[in-house]
């Protein structure tokens, strides 16, 4: 396709935490500090050893009998019971605890569950051990140090300190926040206040930051160990597996069986994760049909319909897969033994949804429909016979309902007719109260097909609300580039760089008012006038300046959320004080420029700093980012260095050091701050975001040949096919070196096709 002229995206993996302490109100009652036998406060690393051999690690077995969970549990009882998070055991799989002396058990018993606070407290056979006291959660204050002891990501038995920020309801479970860094493998561990009470179960960390955890009050744990649910290990291990007199799998994953429906996860031990879970029916006798309801994640995953299996390697599969539907022959273990017989898109298929697959199996061709439209029929007959089921692909989650196989199937979708007089009948429907019961006998006569239609007009409008929403941000961004654009058209003596970088925090805030902040800069320079004498020197207002920033403002350098996407916005820089090297940079040369002095932006790899001019004496480097240090030109070299592979001698660093220290113009500047940007976008794989940058960096830079093959790459993969066919039109006008024509011209007819399809 295109990729040969595509540069490698870049993406920023390192990432950075913060410690984040909130205190109770100084005037609260205070308890007494716990104390040890030695009458001392005991510190967070005794306290820590004390409860470490009450701690245990939680793990189950896949079906191949590796490690497939990982977590932490508690001693709460001596004679052998564990308490844990239910989401850390899994379902229907062996459990082991294994003890920080290295001693290991098996569960023989799930003692007591509670799924909707999710906790479980399993049981072992041992005896004497030591179980931890557990707290009062109710008496619990805001701002009191606790600690958790976990396994996360697999480190085993670590520990984290930290305070409780507030006691909240979240889904219906009272929870415990606390301000302490959460992470895979913590779940099921103990909450203890200094005295090695529990007073919670570690459960999930927050979505907002890395920082803060939630945990599970120890006072839902109490009920489960007065009136347990015991299941012993034989009966837990069935839970939800499929009835097998009516399926096999094969090639593993793990299938299960709920209320009529069946789903996998985990990846088959077939090639591409390849799973099937075939019907033990006698094979179905040609001519038939086949049909199943599927639903699956994520969207660049398959499953869907096998037929004619001989139970081994040999198959058909009708599946989406990545958007488009897809018939394949399997004829071996290998992909070099599968045949995809045809595979296309179809605007019938609902992505992130249920669809309605069938495939009708004649003598002489196979016809496969998606949601009751025919979208691919096949003359191929190399296997003629064999079982009907259900397939997965690599790490898809996917769910079925509604298998059936027939000589001819009825549709169970909502007819044309049913969906229209249900829409119509809604529409008295009002956004100011709820449905009358007038409304609702008027749509029993439908039956069930009300409630499906319903809940699929549902989902249209919160679809066009989305899109609503996403429509007003463009709007938004694209008036907000018009302005730039403006702006960089500009010649150089009246370009306002400070403006321009206002512009971009705009891009993603229409609340940012960039006249505001220009005002807000301006009485920072007067400010900074009244410490300045008549006659002071260039040198003098550079002091004054530095004085101002650094030590009466604090302004500073970000160091531990250093990739977070206020400090590449200019106006939260100023807000908050603190950024990245280049925002605080640009902010640095503009107040300089109005106070007279000559400071340009220097852009060396992976740092960005300045250089003053004054109009006598030597110019110096300036780090802004470290407070305005002065920086040589050797420790420039010794950074630039270091940024290149080795091999490079000498002359030729003289060289690229003399390039980097070349004054960066202002459009280069603000390309960087949205390269910033992006990759922050990248790592979290925020498209639309990515798209924003890529616009705002081709107003500043139209001939980017690297912005405009990103975004090709981006509209193409977004369904954005018109807009991808203007850009692959430029490429085609253009002709940068290096692009191989044939290729573009080839991927200009498939996105031609595509967008009449």
């Known amino acids: 396709m295109f990729r040969p002229f595509l540069s490698a995206l870049i993406v920023v993996l390192v990432s950075a935490t913060y410690a984040s302490l ?14 040890d036998d030695s009458g001392m406060e005991p510190t967070v690393a005794a306290l820590a050893e004390r409860v470490r051999k009450s701690v245990v690690i939680v793990s189950f077995s896949g079906r191949d009998g590796k490690q497939q969970g990982l977590g932490t549990g508690f001693v709460v009882s ?34 007591a569950t509670e799924k909707s606070m999710d906790l479980a407290v399993l049981r072992i056979d041992a005896k004497d051990l030591t179980p931890l006291e557990l707290g009062d959660s109710d008496a619990l204050k805001q701002g009191e140090q606790v600690i958790a002891i976990g396994n996360p990501l697999g480190f085993r038995h670590s520990v984290v300190s930290g305070v409780v920020s507030e006691k909240r309801e979240l889904e219906g479970k009272p929870m415990i926040q606390v301000a302490i860094p959460i992470e895979r493998g913590n779940s099921g561990g103990p909450l203890l206040d200094m005295q090695g009470r529990v007073h919670g179960i570690v459960t ?22 007065e009136k347990p649910n015991p299941i012993p290990m034989s009966r837990w291990t069935t839970i939800g597996t499929i009835d097998e007199r009516e399926w096999k799998t094969v090639f593993g994953a793990r299938w299960r069986q709920r209320a009529g429906r069946l789903s996998v996860d985990e990846a088959g031990t077939g090639f591409g994760g390849r799973s099937l879970c075939l019907s033990t029916m006698e094979q179905p006798k040609v001519p038939f049909e086949v049909a199943v309801s599927v639903r699956f994640s994520p969207e660049a995953g398959a499953a869907g319909l096998v037929f004619q299996a001989d139970g081994k390697d040999r198959h058909y599969g009708f599946y989406p897969s990545n958007g488009r539907l897809r018939l394949t022959r399997f004829d071996g273990p290998s992909v070099y033994q599968w045949k995809v017989l045809e595979e296309l898109p179809h605007q019938a298929y609902i992505p992130n949804d249920w669809n309605d697959l069938k495939v009708r199996i004649e003598a002489e061709r196979i016809l496969c429909y998606i949601n009751d439209e025919l979208v691919i029929e096949s ?6 016979s064999g079982a009907v089921g259900l397939c997965k692909f690599r790490d898809t989650e996917a769910e079925f309902r509604r298998f059936r196989v027939g000589d001819k199937l009825t549709s169970e979708r909502p007819s044309e007719e049913i969906a229209r007089r249900i829409s119509e009948t809604v529409t008295a429907l009002s956004v100011d109260r709820p449905a009358s019961n007038e409304l609702v006998d008027r749509l029993l006569p439908d039956g069930k097909s009300t409630s499906e239609v319903l809940r699929r007009e549902a989902k249209l409008l919160e679809q066009r609300a989305q899109r ?9 961004a694209r008036k907000t580039q018009q302005e730039l654009a403006i702006e960089v058209a500009k010649k150089p003596k009246d370009f306002d760089l400070l403006r321009a970088a206002l512009l971009l925090s705009r891009i993603d805030n229409e609340e940012v008012d960039v006249d505001v902040y220009l005002r807000e800069v301006d009485q920072l320079v007067e400010d900074i006038r009244n410490d300045i004498v ?6 003098d207002r550079l002091a004054s300046l530095d004085r101002f920033l650094f030590e009466q403002l604090g302004f500073h350098g970000s160091r531990t959320n250093y990739y977070h996407r206020s400090n590449s916005y200019l106006n939260e820089v100023i807000d908050d004080r603190e950024g990245l090297p280049i925002t605080l940079s640009v902010l640095y040369m503009e107040l300089a420029r109005r106070l007279g002095l000559k400071v340009v932006g220097v852009g060396l790899p992976g740092h960005f700093v300045v250089r003053f001019e004054p109009e006598k004496g030597d110019s110096k480097l300036i780090d802004v980012f470290n407070n305005a240090e002065l920086m040589t030109v050797e420790a420039a070299r010794v950074t630039i260095r270091s940024r290149l592979d080795g091999g490079v001698d000498d002359e030729e660093i003289e060289k690229i050091t003399s390039s980097f220290l070349e004054a960066s113009p202002p459009k280069a500047i603000l390309l960087r701050m949205l390269s910033n940007l992006r990759s922050v976008a990248e790592e979290d794989r925020d498209v639309d975001s990515i798209l924003r940058y890529l616009n705002t960096a081709l107003v500043i830079d139209p001939d980017s040949l690297e912005s ?7 509209q193409i993969r977004t369904n954005r096919i018109a807009e991808a066919l203007v850009d692959i039109d430029w490429m085609l006008e253009q002709r940068p070196a290096g692009m191989d024509v044939n290729q573009v011209m080839q991927l200009r007819a498939d996105m031609e096709a595509r967008l009449q399809q």
Do not use: C, W
Not at 470 to 476: C, D, F, P
Not at 708 to 714: C, P, Q
């Open 22 to 35: 909130l205190y109770a109100d100084e005037a609260e009652e205070k308890k007494p500090p716990a104390v």
């Open 78 to 111: 001596s004679d052998g019971l564990i308490a844990t998070n239910l989401h850390v055991i899994g379902e229907a799989r062996p459990i082991d605890v294994q003890f920080a002396d290295g001693r290991k058990f098996s569960v023989i018993a799930v003692h």
């Open 204 to 225: 999930l960390k927050s979505q907002v930051t890395s920082n803060l955890g939630f945990a599970v009050v120890v006072n839902a744990l109490k009920p489960l160990l």
């Open 379 to 384: 003359t191929d007959s190399g296997l003629t």
């Open 468 to 476: 609503m929403r996403e429509l007003a941000v463009a709007v938004h």
């Open 534 to 539: 008549d006659d002071a020197s260039e040198q």
């Open 708 to 714: 405009r093959a990103r975004r090709i790459d981006l």
